[in-house]
């Protein structure tokens, strides 16, 4: 006797979601705020804790290359320190213009800002 068995073909498997982190969460804000124009091209982050409060201080140095991208990058420079962000969990209670570096040919504007984020409780 003859038996056939007839199996549901497998799903593929599909890798478990990463979580994003706050510091990729801070990347994407200020991406967006430089309106898709640079490149975040580092990004370092350390634990900070005052009495009250605690969270983490980020220096996050960002890249314009290109006319249109420096254009934007002057914009971020701008309105980077009154930025209102919308990070969950998180409240930018600090963000700084620390160090800018421009050259004309090729254009091209590196920024490196830090800002303060604080856990909200």
């Known amino acids: 006797m003859h038996i056939e ?10 890798a478990p979601k990463k979580r994003r982190s706050t510091a990729d969460r801070l990347n994407e804000a200020l991406l967006a705020l430089a309106g898709g124009h640079a490149t975040v091209t580092r990004h370092s982050e350390a634990g900070w804790a005052s009495i009250t409060f605690a969270g983490t201080r980020h220096r996050v140095e960002l890249e314009f290359a290109g006319d249109a991208a420096v254009e934007a ?4 420079l701008a309105f980077l ?3 209102e962000f919308a990070i969950p969990g998180q409240l930018v209670a600090d963000a700084a213009v620390v160090e800018v570096d421009h050259s004309a040919h090729p254009p091209l504007l590196r920024v490196t800002c ?4 604080l856990e909200e409780s």
């Open 5 to 14: 068995v007839k199996s549901a073909p497998l799903a593929p498997r599909t």
């Open 114 to 117: 830090e800002l303060l984020l």
């Open 73 to 76: 990058g002057e914009c971020f």
């Open 81 to 83: 320190p009154e930025h």
